[in-house]
């Protein structure tokens, strides 16, 4: 696989060492990151090692998607807060005007009504 992508993105061998490197960069910190004891981790290494290199691109995408949802998770339930607030203080502002609105055109009826009644 890598040679076949090598050959078409025409990368040095320094630059495919330097994308292997970074990816297993990445790898090492993502899992780093898990909640796993000692042993977990060395069963976890040692069925990586029987990966193919695409499959461990896979494994590393899915592993660094995890991480950034679990990352990103406060920031929603945040954004989601901030939204709902402001929903909710628009719908209060709206039904204040609303009510302004219906007692001016009230008293504007009640005038014109008073109107008639003086002819």
């Known amino acids: 696989m890598i040679k076949k992508h090598h050959s078409k ?3 040095s061998e320094e630059e495919v060492k330097q994308a292997l490197e970074f990816q297993g960069a990445k790898l090492s910190f993502f899992i780093s990151r898990l909640n796993l004891t000692e042993a977990e981790k060395e069963k976890l290494f040692n069925f990586l090692a029987t990966l ?10 899915n592993l660094e ?3 950034v949802n ?3 998770q406060d920031v929603d339930q945040d954004f989601i807060k901030k939204i709902n607030d ?3 203080a628009y719908e209060k502002e709206s039904h204040e005007l609303s009510e302004k609105v219906i007692s001016q055109l009230d008293e504007i ?4 009504n008073q109107g008639k009644g003086d002819k």
Do not use: C, V
């Not at 009826?109 to 014109?112: D, M, P």
């Open 9 to 11: 993105l025409r990368l």
């Open 52 to 61: 193919s290199l695409e499959q461990l691109l896979i494994f590393t995408e």
């Open 65 to 67: 998607n995890i991480f």
């Open 70 to 72: 679990e990352q990103t």
């Open 86 to 88: 402001l929903k909710t």
């Open 109 to 112: 009826e009640q005038r014109i």
